[in-house]
């Protein structure tokens, strides 16, 4: 099953086109990392797959072919952005009571569990916590809602080394845990380069790279970073025949 298959997708603001001709399919099971430079496309990209936004032109589904932004795909879909929407003022028990409401499939104690185990208080108020704590509530309050497919845009980019390899640590364990599917974007290479398996390099907008880490090892014969580096620097579609975008 494919978690999120675009069709000669595309989103223009104004005149400008912020993704065009975007054709992909990303397989479920992976951990998905989404590669590019400031103005790629990423956060396009991920926006239309969740249903914050339409697209211009093409189209895109997810979870095995459900409309992205149909009532099914907002109820199997946890989306993480980089300023997560947390309420500064309320203690982090409310934030969850807030979550709760808003969402029609809640696990409580999944939510409860993971606090404890991290240390969060449930009476502190989120806007003392620190940076790392923060991005673990948002990843809680996504993990809470028991998704399919859990959406990551650019969750390391205020973390410090240390909570960036905490979160890390916390995907992959409820990627293997709770069998769900990743797709995360970021611009940390050597995060990504430990816990992906599946590797998309976006630039201008345009897929130039997909393909599953062990194969994309296999045929370029470098390591994950080099690869994306390479791509991203010459910005040249790739021959190899593990791609599966154009």
């Not at 086109?17 to 496309?41: E, M, Q």
């Not at 956060?43 to 211009?56: F, H, S």
């Not at 205020?158 to 409820?174: G, I, N, Q, Y």
Request: net charge neutral; proline share 5%; hydrophobic share 45%.
């Amino acid at each position: 099953m494919n978690v999120i298959e675009s069709t000669a997708l595309g989103k223009r603001y104004r005149r400008k086109w912020a993704l065009r001709d975007c054709t992909l399919d990303i397989p479920g099971g992976h951990i998905v990392a989404l590669v590019g430079p400031n103005g790629a496309g990423k956060t396009t990209l991920l926006t239309m797959a969740v249903g914050l936004t339409k697209p211009t032109e093409g189209g895109v589904t997810v979870l095995g072919g459900v409309p992205a932004g149909s009532p099914d795909a907002l109820e199997g879909i946890a989306f993480v952005a980089q300023d997560a929407p947390l309420y500064r003022n309320l203690p982090v028990a409310d934030m969850l009571r807030v979550a709760r409401c808003l969402n029609r499939c809640w696990d409580q104690r999944r939510a409860d569990d993971r606090l404890e185990r991290l240390g969060i208080p449930p009476r502190q108020k989120v806007g003392e916590l620190s940076g790392g704590q923060k991005a673990q509530l948002a990843l809680t309050i996504a993990l809470a809602r028991r998704p399919g497919l859990l959406v990551l845009d650019e969750p390391l980019a205020a973390l410090d080394p240390v909570a960036r390899d905490d979160f890390m640590t916390s995907v992959v364990e409820a990627a293997r845990e709770d069998d769900i599917s990743v797709v995360l974007s970021s611009h940390v290479l050597a995060e990504l380069e430990r816990v992906a398996t599946y590797l998309i390099v976006l630039v201008r907008g345009q897929v130039q790279v997909a393909g599953s880490v062990k194969d994309l090892l296999a045929s370029h014969g470098a390591g994950l970073e080099e690869i994306a580096l390479r791509h991203l620097r010459a910005g040249v579609p790739t021959t190899s025949g593990t791609d599966t975008a154009r």
